[in-house]
């Protein structure tokens, strides 16, 4: 799940909800309405930027920036750096994942988004699903600068005498910044 955190970071900085100076305090905990988040550090993290939230991938850090977000803002981000979609990867039964909207839960869950549905989401639990394809997938996209390539799982065969027989052609998706 806490790999999910790249992807509300990007939304945050995007939408001008973060930069590198602002601060958020994590004191182990975080309330919303008569719900309580909790940090995988009961003892919190005191007072963190950007940086150090994804570092000690700090939950209460990323509940607060995901509230200010909104779930169609992170699902927006999430789906330009590929999650949510089939990869077209050459293996059976591939799944697309699931990035949720307030839209997906009214239709499936006949049901509003829920303010409280935000943090869980944000730190990639909730009704999030990715696949490990997926998740290896987006921070190979991070890694190309926002660019998201098809994985594949075989780069080149070669025959019985050393001649190539298939090589892999790289297959761009799209770019995050589309």
């Not at 806490?2 to 975080?30: M, Q, R």
């Not at 999430?78 to 059976?92: F, P, Q, T």
């Not at 943090?119 to 490990?132: A, C, D, H, R, V």
């Not at 997938?137 to 926002?146: H, M, V």
Request: charged share 20%; net charge neutral.
């Amino acid at each position: 799940g806490s790999v999910y955190k790249a992807v509300v970071a990007i939304a945050a900085l995007e939408e001008g909800v973060v930069n590198e100076s602002k601060t958020y305090y994590c004191p182990g905990h975080y309330t919303l309405g008569d719900r309580t988040f909790y940090c995988h550090s009961r003892g919190g993290h005191g007072t963190v930027k950007l940086r150090e939230a994804l570092m000690k991938s700090c939950d209460v850090f990323f509940y607060m920036v995901g509230v200010e977000l909104g779930v169609d803002r992170i699902a927006k981000y999430a789906r330009m750096l590929g999650l949510g979609e089939k990869l077209g990867v050459d293996i059976n039964m591939e799944r697309p994942g699931l990035v949720p909207t307030s839209a997906w839960k009214l239709l499936v869950e006949r049901a509003p988004w829920a303010g409280g549905d935000t943090p869980n989401i944000s730190i990639g639990q909730g009704y999030n699903l990715m696949t490990p394809m997926q998740m290896a997938n987006l921070y190979a996209t991070l890694a190309n600068g926002g660019k998201v390539f098809r994985p594949f799982l075989v780069n080149k065969v070669t025959n019985h005498v050393g001649e190539t027989v298939y090589q892999h052609k790289v297959d761009m998706i799209s770019e995050a910044s589309e």
